[in-house]
């Protein structure tokens, strides 16, 4: 019997996460979640790759000195009062190489309640980490931070793997607190939030399953002018590799008829291509806009519920894709 109303601290789930092998694949993942969850499905919702980022400080035999280059650059750097050409001087020949950690994110949904975000989402990244190049190439010191960082010619070494792949846990968000903590610090991005799910709400999507089978969320904090935190919520659409069939929009009549409902059927749901129009900012508003005129002359292939809403969209447009 599942209790959704567990809620496992950070550190629990990211003892899961670090604790399971990657080659035993991602259902042992899933279902160790499950339990510490209180026995509710926890399933993959999206998955998104491609990515890296900074490693660590190695020596000349690839052993690891420092696991977190930026934090030890930082460390050093200040012990020299940010004086870049000391910082050259004093390790322009000790033979020091940086990796890096290539990954993917994984993004899990669990459900928690009945309501629209009742659910949590776990970011759970799967990396390893590779050789990538050597601390210090040419004669020169750095002008600048970012010279060492990320130098903008180098040359690389071979990709040798140093570590195997592992999860690590990046981000929880029980999503129902985070949508009231940012109708209090983010009132604006919070509104447009709140119309797409009343949206979805109204639209026959929501007659064919729950947002969040559809959708994950990327999840960001900026601080404004005064340091205060911009908590910000943003739907991802979780098949985005169908959205090129509506880069192009057809004339008109059939042909757009064609092209929508076309685009439903592959993505499993009505309407879908008006939430992939919202929230991907890859489909042109063009789309939007010539369905509506069709449907202000003799053809017309939408259920009224969802033409409201192109409506609506077409003389009060907005969209979640830039938050």
Known sequence: MSSPNVRPSEAQLAEICAATPTSSGQQRLLSALSEVLGGVEVALRLTRGGWFRLGGLLDSENQ?????????????????????????????????RVSRYIGKSHYLIARTGSGPLDFVQLEVEETWEVLDRELIQGDRAPEDLDEILDPPDYTRLPRVRLREPAYQLRRVTWMDDFSQRMALQNPAQSKQFKRFLSEWDASSAAQAGRLDQHFAFRISEHKDRYGDPLPKLTPIFAKEELVESLRVVA??????????????????????????????????????????????????????????????????????SGL
């Open 64 to 96: 690891t000195i420092e696991p977190d280059f930026d934090a030890w650059l930082t460390r050093v750097l200040e012990e020299l009062d940010w004086d870049l050409e000391a910082w050259f001087d004093q390790y322009q020949d000790s033979r020091l």
């Open 251 to 320: 004339e008109a009549g059939s042909e757009v008829a064609n092209q929508v409902h076309g685009f439903d059927r592959r993505a499993g749901y009505p309407f879908a291509w008006y939430f992939a129009l919202i929230t991907t900012g890859k489909v042109p508003f063009a789309l939007a806009e010539t369905v509506y005129k069709d449907h202000q002359g003799d053809f017309q292939y939408l259920p009224e519920r969802d033409l409201a809403l192109v409506e609506r969209w077409v003389y009060q447009s907005y969209a979640l």
